[in-house]
């Protein structure tokens, strides 16, 4: 079984950010400056071979800061809470469907 950190290793190693300033990854404020930062870092994302795994990486991590798979803190909140609404309403689906197939046929008393 592969743990969490074997993972990262595994893809880490071909990642776009590796030859770039780890500062970069890390606003410290959403002023002009910082924005700028996020823009820069989303950049490195964008042509990163492993922006996927990455992404991935920091939405099981949880609460990780930073910008990781081309998403600051906030979006990936916003994406989690996305996520779990789609499963939500997709196991409600599901339910009301095999209900839907259990039903009596129409004219049949039960």
């Not at 916003?78 to 259990?102: C, D, I, N």
Request: proline fraction near 5%; glycine fraction near 6%; aromatic fraction near 6%.
């Amino acid at each position: 079984m592969t743990t969490a950190v074997e993972n990262l290793a595994e893809w880490w190693t071909l990642a776009a950010c590796q030859s770039v300033d780890p500062d970069l990854f890390f606003p410290m404020s959403a002023t002009n400056p910082a924005r700028r930062e996020l823009a820069a870092a989303k950049a490195v994302c964008e042509r990163c071979p492993v922006q996927a795994e990455c992404l991935q990486y920091a939405l099981a991590a949880g609460r990780l800061q930073g910008i990781w798979g081309g998403t600051s803190e906030e979006e990936r909140r916003l994406l989690r809470q996305r996520r779990a609404k789609a499963r939500t309403r997709a196991g409600r689906q599901r339910s009301a469907y095999l209900r839907g197939r259990t039903a009596a046929p129409a004219g049949v008393d039960v």
